[in-house]
């Protein structure tokens, strides 16, 4: 969705070459017709107007803080859909468990660094749980799809959840088993702990905030339940 290149042309060409982009990689694949219709209804409904975020004023302390790391396909959007979640200190999008140190975006677009588009969360635990905050993973992602999400493809859009404490790996876990019901498919969301995080160049971030309308996979319908 993204083509690689300096990140700082405007947001509006930006779109353009990438929904063209898009169209082409729709046209050329075996759903055709329907999978332009999907995509055209997709970026022609991307919302404009976000949720309103929750945690705006929260004075969060620093001892109730915890942090999960999130890969669900392109981060702009899962960024900020976790943003809105009550209890969510910040969010910030970046490249998890790649094998080169502080890759840049067109470097982790090769696919050549091994690195997933992954959000980090930071939390305050007496407010949300990590099993919410797993659960939500399932509203948002699906945990089927490999190296991939929506019309996203590649290594780096591959889905995964991170954690930093061996105590999170058994929740995680136990969530995944219960989802596996759900699915025709195997379920192939990456259960690891965290090796590295690189924060994503700064025009990556809140990225829907500052570009309404952007490209973006998730919705956000879940935050109302």
Known sequence: YRLSGSGR?????????????????????????????????????????????????????????????????????????????????????????????????????????????????????????????VERFFMIVDPTQKDRQSHDTGTQYRNGIYYLDESEKEIIERIIESKRQNYKNPIVTEVEKLKCFYEAEEYHQAYLDKNPGGYCHVSFDTLKD
Not at 25 to 54: D, Y
Request: aromatic share 12%.
């Open 9 to 133: 042309s405007s947001a509006y060409s930006f779109w353009i070459r990438s929904f063209l982009k898009n169209v082409k990689n729709i046209l050329n694949s075996q759903h055709s017709a329907a999978g332009f219709f999907k995509f055209m209804n997709e970026e022609v409904n991307m919302k404009s107007l976000l949720p309103q975020n929750p945690n705006t004023g929260i004075a969060f302390r620093e001892e109730n803080l915890k942090e999960i790391y999130i890969a669900g396909g392109c981060f702009w959007g899962v960024q900020a859909y976790y943003s809105r979640i009550l209890g969510v200190k910040e969010s910030i999008s970046g490249y998890a468990n790649g094998t080169k140190g502080n890759p840049t975006y067109e470097e982790v677009c090769t696919g050549a660094t091994g690195h997933a588009e992954t959000v980090k969360i930071v939390y305050d635990s007496t407010i949300l749980s990590l099993e919410d905050i």
